[in-house]
């Protein structure tokens, strides 16, 4: 079976081939295709309702698809479950955050690479004894600029802050994509403007693909837009491509 490559022989880190999913008599998406390259930024867009958190939970294996593929890394993994596609490299965050509060920024990460291990994590064990969970957790905590607010507790962390903590316990499990569910959500536009730059930052290697409504973090973070509509996307292209679509002007940023 193909693999997707492109012109250049890259396999694409995440492709859709005309998935399906139907509840009874509603059809949530209708035949999405799409390839995530290696590095891609690409953002997912639509009303509320276009059927944005049902792509991804095809996408990450949450629902079983009704007909179509996901392909991750040129395999098939339409029939795999959610843990199993992380194992392989896929990432995810959702829009409900899901935090320690009362635990420290240090103690959230350390928690989120054992939860990816076999072994256990006793909190009380001497830090000699997951000398390795600790050496990750410092490491990603550095790269996400956050390093200075480990023994800070979560709960003491603004909003998009937190918002953020949740994107670095994502990249616990070394994921090659990202799947981000409105990392804005909630989030006041100097929070908005902070996520932004952010992402920016993170590993031009890591593809994200993200579902916004922040359209300020959309145009800065993403160099392709794609726009879903009643479950079918409509339009893919650059953020100038979309801005000045008509059709997307007219169902989507309320213009015309």
Not at 175 to 181: A, F, N, V, Y
Not at 182 to 208: C, H, N, Q, V, Y
Request: proline share 4%.
């Amino acid at each position: 079976m193909s693999t997707g490559a492109d012109s250049n022989g890259r396999t694409p880190v995440l492709e859709l081939r005309t998935l399906c999913k139907s509840f009874g008599g509603l059809q949530a998406t209708r035949g999405v295709t799409l390839r995530v390259m290696p590095g891609d930024r690409k953002a997912i867009i639509g009303p509320n309702g276009a059927g944005k958190t049902t792509l991804f939970n095809l996408i990450t294996g949450i629902y079983p698809v009704t007909s179509g593929q996901v392909m991750l890394f040129g395999r098939d993994v339409t029939s795999w479950r959610s843990d199993q596609r992380t194992r392989l490299g896929m990432a995810r965050t959702f829009q409900v955050t899901s935090l320690f509060p009362k635990l420290t920024v240090l103690d959230n990460v350390l928690l989120a690479i054992q939860g990816l291990r076999q072994t256990k994590f006793v909190m009380w064990r001497f830090m000699s004894s997951y000398k390795e969970a600790y050496e990750k957790a410092y490491y990603l905590l550095e790269q996400a600029g956050f390093f200075d607010r480990k023994d800070v507790e979560v709960r003491n962390l603004s909003h998009g802050e937190q918002r953020q903590l949740e994107i670095v316990l994502g990249l616990a499990s070394d994921p090659k994509i990202l799947l981000l569910d409105e990392p804005a959500a909630g989030l006041s536009s100097g929070e908005s403007t902070e996520m932004a730059r952010f992402l920016m930052k993170l590993d031009p290697k890591l593809a994200i693909l993200l579902i916004e409504h922040d359209m300020d973090v959309v145009f800065d973070v993403c160099a392709e837009i794609s726009v879903l509509h009643f479950g079918e996307l409509l339009e893919t292209g650059t953020p100038e491509q979309i801005k000045k679509s008509q059709r997307v002007q007219e169902i989507y940023l309320g213009i015309g």
